[in-house]
């Protein structure tokens, strides 16, 4: 990505407040060319993809834009410091981050009392939000103000050394539930199943940690997170669905019993949600979804990101919920919504999310017999960017477009070019099993066939297809089958 592309993503993502204070900030530090720096901003904010030729124009006969490159990269470097400021009202962190300066100034200055009560104001922060490491550095800073001051030295630092023991406990603690979180996540991501054997090898490896006794041992909120996300990667490798449900409500209980870190991290909160929201999908628990949907929706959000983050989980999971209550009409309502959000957001939503909206929608045309549309969105699919996201979407988009093909009478494609390129795509992927031989075969006799034998055909397919419920696409090509015959 370019600089320019960075710059306009940056601005992109302010909100409104944040873009007011730029502003006020702009008026006040810059000199000279003040409202020129305030132009390129508004100018950049109000596209939706940058244009720099229109950026051109709009400088045109001035000084300014000779030197546009310097100009948009000295503009980027005025945003940062104007959001220094506005980050200190607003963001825990740099509260405590800018209370830490002013105690370095007033020692400097050495003014102790007033130091000694930024640090305390700076601790009581860091400690509600549990910044380890923030706490450990203000305990550094007030011993060394105890030990220039030297009253009451002995007591002080007793104290002091009491908390710092406290804080290192309890970070070592939850360093031990995140590492094994961790290690758990990249088998989830590494691996879509798991044999039994290696099943069991993780089960016992985890059981091995004397530690991990449980939740009551987690000494802070978040070693309790990190513990609840550890045990919800081993519900993943092991299938269990039902576990994995409950321990996503515990984890939004959490958050939802301590308020200020729901305020402080609202993203992180809207992936708990999605979380609990993909445990009930697999659950079945259709009420419960739309009721924590409703949460989602109504969620306080104020950045560009939140905003996205919002609106790709409200989006991706309320149509799965349509697709799998079969509420198709509510289904094919989400679909301009979710058009208009992939097109306002789409360099904000990862790249799998957008393959698998691709896909659903897929899925959602041929549910309801529009394979014309559904030919398209699998299209999508095939030609979104190359990369190793969702190669069984990508798999499942080829597979699919048997059927699309078929029913929109392209016999001669689907003899001369589609059926080849499957067989040799399966060849290289080496995964091609009997039921998809069966697939393949069936849609080879259908074109050279008369249609009068083409339901006798796809009855045979329907018939022998349960046997391999492992092929690409099972569920999808009994569902068409189905009524297909029907």
């Known amino acids: 990505m370019s600089v320019i592309d960075q710059l306009h993503q940056l601005i992109s993502s302010l909100t409104q407040s944040e873009k007011r204070s730029f502003k006020i900030f702009a008026s006040r530090h810059v000199q000279g060319e003040k409202n020129n720096y305030v132009e390129l901003f508004d100018e950049i904010a109000r596209q939706e993809s940058y244009d720099e030729t229109a950026i051109r124009t709009h400088f045109a006969g001035t000084s300014f834009v000779n030197r546009l490159s310097y100009e948009k990269n000295y503009l980027r470097k005025l945003i940062f410091r104007a959001m220094r400021g506005y980050k200190e009202r607003s963001d825990t962190e740099a509260k405590v981050r800018y209370l830490i300066a002013d105690a370095a100034f007033l020692r400097r200055k050495g003014l102790y009392e007033q130091e000694a009560r930024a640090l305390e104001k700076a601790f009581e922060i860091a400690q509600k939000y549990e910044k380890f490491h923030f706490e450990l550095e203000i305990l550094d800073l007030q011993r060394q103000t105890i030990v220039v001051e030297r009253v009451q030295i002995k007591d002080k630092i007793a104290h002091n050394q009491k908390l710092r023991s406290e804080v290192l406990d309890q970070l070592a603690n939850f360093y031990q539930y995140q590492n094994l979180a961790d290690l758990l996540f990249v088998q989830v991501r590494g691996q879509y199943e798991l044999s039994e054997e290696e099943k069991n090898q993780t089960l016992s490896s985890t059981l091995e940690l ?220 080496d995964r091609k099993n009997e039921g998809e031989e069966l697939i393949l075969q069936t849609f080879q006799k259908l074109p050279a066939s008369p249609k009068t034998d083409h339901l006798k055909e796809l009855e045979k397919l329907y018939t022998r297809l349960p046997q391999y419920p492992q092929t690409l696409c099972y569920n999808e090509f009994m569902f068409y089958l189905e009524h297909k015959l029907k």
Request: hydrophobic letters at 45%; one cysteine or more.
């Open 210 to 429: 004397a530690w991990m006794k449980g939740e009551e041992h987690a000494k802070s909120w978040r070693a309790k997170i990190s513990y609840l996300k550890a045990r919800a990667h081993i519900c993943q490798l092991l299938g269990n669905r039902d576990e994995l449900y409950m321990v996503q409500e515990r984890m939004r209980e959490l958050w939802v019993k301590n308020p200020h870190f729901k305020n402080d991290e609202p993203v992180e909160y809207i992936i708990v949600l999605a979380n609990l929201l993909n445990a009930a999908l697999l659950c079945q628990k259709w009420e419960r979804m739309e009721s924590i949907l409703r949460e989602m929706e109504h969620l306080s959000v104020a950045t560009t990101h939140e905003k996205a983050e919002v609106s790709q989980n409200y989006l991706f999971f309320s149509l799965l919920l349509f697709l799998n209550t079969r509420r198709l009409g509510k289904a094919l309502s989400l679909v301009e919504k979710i058009e208009s959000a992939l097109h306002k957001y789409q360099s904000r939503f990862n790249r799998a999310r957008i393959l698998a909206f691709y896909h659903n929608i897929t899925l959602l045309f041929l549910m309801t017999n529009n394979y014309e549309e559904a030919l398209n969105w699998s299209r999508l699919v095939l030609n979104y960017e190359k990369s190793d996201h969702r190669n069984d979407v990508r798999s499942k988009a080829r597979f699919l477009q048997l059927i699309f093909h078929y029913e929109l009478g392209n016999y001669e494609f689907l003899l001369l070019s589609l059926l080849r390129s499957l067989e040799r795509y399966l060849n290289e992927w």
